[in-house]
């Protein structure tokens, strides 16, 4: 079966500091892999996502996510954070391969960027 | 366009009763996603729907009805409403060709109170 998880609930960085959400999955074949940004009161947001090809992914507002297939990670990372990044992050997660079309969301974790 | 809409944006039911929450998207997306967002919890799929006429249960449909008469609508029906159903509501789209899906987009959420 297919899983997600975000280890972490919250994640506090400085502004101006590189920041890291963590993410790890667990499929029986190649992922589809993405990150979600929600700000209050809102719908989530795509970042970016991991279909096939380069590892390094980049997406909007700066962020850049690495899928490694060994460690089964697709962490999401910004060199330099700022505080309009505070939000809640999602991961979520697809299994081609598994004959549905299900996504798996993580439980999301809280990004608080201080000034 | 107007992307993924959803109405009501706020409602507060009675236990017992029914409504019925809107969702329409305006991409000619093929797949349509019920998902419903507990506190810490994530995002929980419900129900969804591969085009007009098909529909699937998602983790957590008990409760729940949904149908898909057209590309645009996915409407999802709450029968006997209860405080369980307590949460903020997401529909979400996709386009899916070849087993390929693209990116989900969301709309911006129902928050349901069962009193």
């Known amino acids: 079966a297919q899983s997600v998880a975000q280890p972490e609930d919250q994640v506090n960085v400085a502004e101006g500091n590189p920041l890291t959400v963590k993410c790890t999955y667990s499929?029986?074949?190649?992922?589809?892999l993405f990150w979600y940004v929600q700000y209050p009161n809102r719908g989530l947001q795509f970042l970016l996502k991991?279909?096939?090809?380069?590892?390094l992914v980049k997406g909007s507002y700066g962020f850049e996510a690495e899928f490694n297939k060994s460690q089964t990670s697709f962490h999401l990372k910004k060199p330099s954070a700022l505080v309009s990044d505070s939000a809640l992050y999602f991961c979520?997660?697809?299994?081609?391969?598994?004959?549905?079309?299900?996504?798996?969301f993580g439980t999301g974790t809280r990004l608080k960027v201080l000034a | 366009n107007a992307g993924v809409t959803q109405t009501p944006k706020f409602r507060i039911l009675k236990i017992g009763q029914s409504m019925t929450l809107q969702c329409a998207q305006d991409?000619?997306?093929?797949?349509m996603y019920w998902y419903r967002q507990d506190p810490g919890m994530g995002l929980k799929l419900i129900y969804y729907?591969?085009?007009?006429?098909?529909?699937d249960k998602g983790e957590v449909p008990n409760g729940y009805n949904v149908s898909r008469s057209t590309t645009e609508d996915f409407p999802l029906r709450l029968e006997l409403a209860a405080p369980s159903q307590t949460s903020v509501y997401f529909c979400?789209?996709?386009?899916?060709?070849?087993?390929?899906?693209?990116?989900?987009?969301f709309g911006p959420g129902t928050r349901l109170t069962v009193l």
């Open positions: 979400a789209s996709s386009y899916t060709s070849g087993g390929v899906t693209d990116t989900q987009y």
């Open positions: 499929v029986s074949g190649n992922p589809y």
């Open positions: 991991y279909i096939t090809g380069d590892n």
């Open positions: 979520a997660v697809r299994d081609p391969t598994s004959g549905t079309y299900k996504y798996i």
């Open positions: 991409m000619n997306h093929n797949y």
């Open positions: 729907s591969v085009g007009a006429g098909i529909t």
